[in-house]
């Protein structure tokens, strides 16, 4: 298999096996991975995965002026230096970007986190790259992290993991149940954009803390309008909006499930494994990363890293995320 089509928008595509089994029964036909890179070829491969709203630009693109998705942690001088690591960001199958996924009027299988780590590997054969010399996972990214150690222990030298775990809570599932069904009730009242928007909205309440919101919208604004909002609400609309132009209801809904259908088993996870919990995060709360890290066979270290804001801490609180990452990685 080889890499190719370079495209705009600093993305290439690597094919995929053109009749691809995927681990619910579903078959990927003529499907296909994306990805960038950033730094240098001779240098050790890091790969570097982020939530289900992450993508393939990780680090900020000088050609087009985008900012990546985790641009304060990698980049030349930064705790990922893209000066002494080559790092490969994805698109996730199934998701909002380049990468395959579902199309208007096409079925599209469903995709399980070992579906991700497999079309990393394939994209690691098509770079001829045998080994990582570690990957970075967090949130769905540490999920499939996990995946990838306990499929390709052998293509791993090192896992670190940030709010992430071996299955989710029960709380986080129902959250999730809620969040379909509203992408489907506006599917069924022909607005999927605003059932998208909604739905997002509600994720993002699970993503932060009340003390972080309490802290950033606490002042309400006496606007005298009929229908006052708190600041809070127009920072969810706005956020639920972005996220509805970028993702179509069959996508969310692709990736939703995936992270219901998330497990591993932490006993066959022989790889040295970091893991990084987020004060506060009500989705994978220090209790289950505590779980993962008593069952794995080379859990190196386990710690709760200071933030205000939750599970979105590895994005928010680059200070504490970029001294952990370069503590481990040194």
Same mark, same amino acid.
Request: aromatic content about 6%; hydrophobic content about 50%; proline content about 6%.
């Given at each position: 298999?080889?890499?190719?089509?370079?495209?705009?928008?600093?993305?290439?595509?690597?094919?995929?096996?053109?009749?691809?089994?995927?681990? %619910?029964?579903?078959?990927?036909?003529?499907?296909?991975?994306?990805?960038?890179?950033?730094?240098?070829?001779?240098?050790?491969?890091?790969?570097?995965?982020?939530?289900?709203? =992450?993508?393939?630009?990780?680090?900020?693109?000088?050609?087009?002026?985008?900012?990546?998705?985790?641009?304060?942690? &990698?980049?030349?001088? %930064?705790?990922?230096?893209?000066?002494?690591?080559?790092?490969?960001?994805?698109?996730?199958?199934?998701?909002?970007?380049?990468?395959? =996924?579902?199309?208007?009027?096409?079925?599209?299988?469903?995709?399980?986190?070992?579906?991700?780590?497999?079309?990393?590997?394939?994209?690691?054969?098509?770079?001829?790259?045998?080994?990582?010399?570690?990957? &970075?996972?967090?949130?769905?990214?540490?999920?499939?992290?996990?995946?990838?150690? =306990?499929?390709?222990?052998?293509?791993?030298?090192?896992?670190? &993991?940030?709010?992430?775990?071996?299955?989710?809570?029960?709380?986080?599932?129902?959250?999730?149940?809620?969040?379909?069904?509203?992408?489907?009730?506006?599917?069924?009242?022909?607005?999927?954009?605003?059932?998208?928007?909604?739905?997002?909205?509600?994720?993002?309440?699970?993503?932060?803390?009340?003390?972080?919101?309490?802290?950033?919208?606490?002042?309400?604004?006496?606007?005298?309008?009929?229908?006052?909002?708190?600041?809070?609400?127009?920072?969810?609309?706005?956020?639920?909006?972005?996220?509805?132009? =970028?993702?179509?209801?069959?996508?969310?809904?692709?990736?939703?499930?995936?992270?219901?259908?998330?497990?591993?088993?932490?006993?066959?996870?022989?790889?040295?494994?970091?893991?990084?919990?987020?004060?506060?995060?009500?989705?994978?709360?220090?209790?289950?990363?505590?779980?993962?890290?008593?069952?794995?066979?080379?859990? %190196?270290?386990?710690?709760?890293?200071?933030?205000?804001?939750?599970?979105?801490?590895?994005?928010?609180?680059?200070?504490? &995320?970029?001294?952990?990452?370069?503590?481990?990685?040194?």
């Amino acid at each position: 298999m080889s890499a190719a089509l370079t495209l705009p928008r600093a993305a290439t595509l690597c094919p995929l096996p053109a009749e691809w089994p995927l681990c %619910r029964g579903g078959v990927l036909r003529g499907g296909w991975l994306a990805y960038t890179m950033a730094g240098p070829a001779a240098a050790p491969a890091l790969a570097v995965l982020g939530g289900i709203s =992450a993508g393939r630009l990780v680090a900020a693109d000088p050609a087009t002026d985008a900012k990546g998705w985790w641009a304060e942690q &990698v980049g030349p001088g %930064r705790p990922l230096d893209t000066t002494h690591w080559r790092v490969v960001g994805i698109d996730w199958l199934g998701g909002a970007g380049l990468s395959s =996924a579902p199309r208007a009027g096409a079925a599209f299988p469903t995709v399980d986190t070992r579906d991700q780590a497999a079309a990393l590997a394939c994209l690691l054969d098509a770079l001829a790259i045998d080994r990582l010399a570690a990957l &970075v996972g967090c949130s769905y990214g540490g999920m499939v992290g996990l995946q990838f150690a =306990a499929m390709h222990p052998d293509r791993l030298a090192r896992l670190l &993991v940030l709010g992430a775990a071996h299955r989710s809570t029960v709380a986080a599932a129902a959250g999730r149940t809620v969040q379909r069904g509203i992408v489907e009730l506006g599917v069924r009242a022909g607005d999927p954009a605003a059932g998208v928007a909604l739905a997002r909205g509600l994720a993002l309440l699970g993503y932060r803390t009340p003390e972080g919101l309490e802290q950033r919208f606490g002042a309400v604004a006496a606007t005298g309008a009929a229908h006052e909002h708190a600041p809070v609400a127009d920072w969810l609309a706005a956020r639920g909006q972005s996220f509805a132009a =970028a993702w179509s209801a069959a996508s969310y809904q692709c990736l939703l499930a995936s992270l219901d259908l998330h497990h591993v088993e932490p006993a066959a996870i022989p790889v040295p494994t970091w893991l990084g919990s987020l004060a506060g995060d009500r989705l994978v709360p220090l209790e289950l990363m505590a779980e993962l890290a008593a069952a794995l066979p080379q859990c %190196r270290g386990h710690r709760e890293l200071a933030t205000q804001h939750g599970h979105d801490g590895f994005l928010c609180s680059p200070a504490a &995320v970029g001294d952990w990452l370069t503590e481990v990685l040194s």
